[in-house]
């Protein structure tokens, strides 16, 4: 069974501070990895996701993460914080299911962003 | 393009009532998935469609929930009847294939 580890439930930046938030994952088969982030009283906006290929990706709002398979991890950073990065972030694994090429997806219990003026 | 749609935005119910959410994929997407999620956790499957079969769910309590996708396309999601403990947000999600669209979720108060 795959699963996700995020360290750090509340993460405070200054503004124009670096960005890291943290996320190791589980995973018997190759895993697609992503990051979504969840703004209060709103769905979930995907911000980045690695699939194959290229292991630093990059996404919407000057996001970005590297996959590094030998730590199992795909930290989500951002040079310079806004306070408009303020909201939580998921990290989230998939895998296949055995039985097809439908896939599932296991979420992390989140990453809450504040960002200090 | 326009995105996933839910309904209501918002309920409150008593323990015991029975209350029902409603799901509009993007369309032309054949995965459609049910997420319950409690406040300060992520969200946690409940079921997951791949046009109108079930794929997955293996973390739904059918003795109380229960959801069905019409046509390969619009889902209800139902609950019968409610406890305290289904208080969260129910979001649904569709996919074309690797990556999920999200609704922004009907929240769920059970009084």
């Known amino acids: 069974a795959q699963s996700v580890t995020q360290l750090g439930s509340h993460v405070s930046v200054s503004e124009g501070a670096l960005v890291l938030l943290r996320c190791n994952y589980s995973?018997?088969?190759?895993?697609?990895l992503f990051w979504y982030v969840q703004y209060p009283n709103q769905g979930l906006q995907l911000l980045l996701k690695?699939?194959?290929?290229?292991?630093l990706v990059k996404g919407i709002n000057g996001f970005e993460a590297e996959f590094k398979k030998s730590e199992t991890s795909f930290h989500l950073t951002k040079p310079s914080a806004h306070m408009s990065d303020a909201a939580e972030y998921f990290c989230?694994?998939?895998?296949?299911?055995?039985?097809?090429?439908?896939?599932?997806?296991?979420f992390g219990s989140g990453t809450q962003l504040t960002v200090l003026p | 393009e326009a995105g996933v749609a839910q309904s209501p935005r918002y309920k409150i119910i008593e323990k015991r009532q029975s209350v029902a959410f409603w799901c509009n994929p993007i369309?032309?997407?054949?995965?459609l998935y049910w997420y319950q999620q409690i406040l300060g956790q992520g969200p946690k499957l409940l079921i997951q469609f791949q046009n109108n079969g079930v794929v997955d769910d293996s973390q739904l309590p059918k003795d109380r929930f229960s959801a069905e996708r019409l046509k390969g396309v619009d889902s209800t999601l139902k609950i019968q009847p409610a406890k305290l403990e289904d208080s969260a947000v129910y979001l649904c999600?569709?996919?074309?294939?690797?990556?999920?669209?999200f609704g922004p979720g009907t929240r769920l108060t059970v009084l």
């Open positions: 999600a569709s996919s074309p294939r690797d990556e999920q669209f």
């Open positions: 989230a694994v998939s895998v296949p299911f055995s039985s097809g090429s439908a896939r599932q997806l296991t």
């Open positions: 995973s018997s088969v190759p895993p697609y």
């Open positions: 690695y699939t194959t290929g290229a292991t």
């Open positions: 369309s032309g997407h054949a995965t």
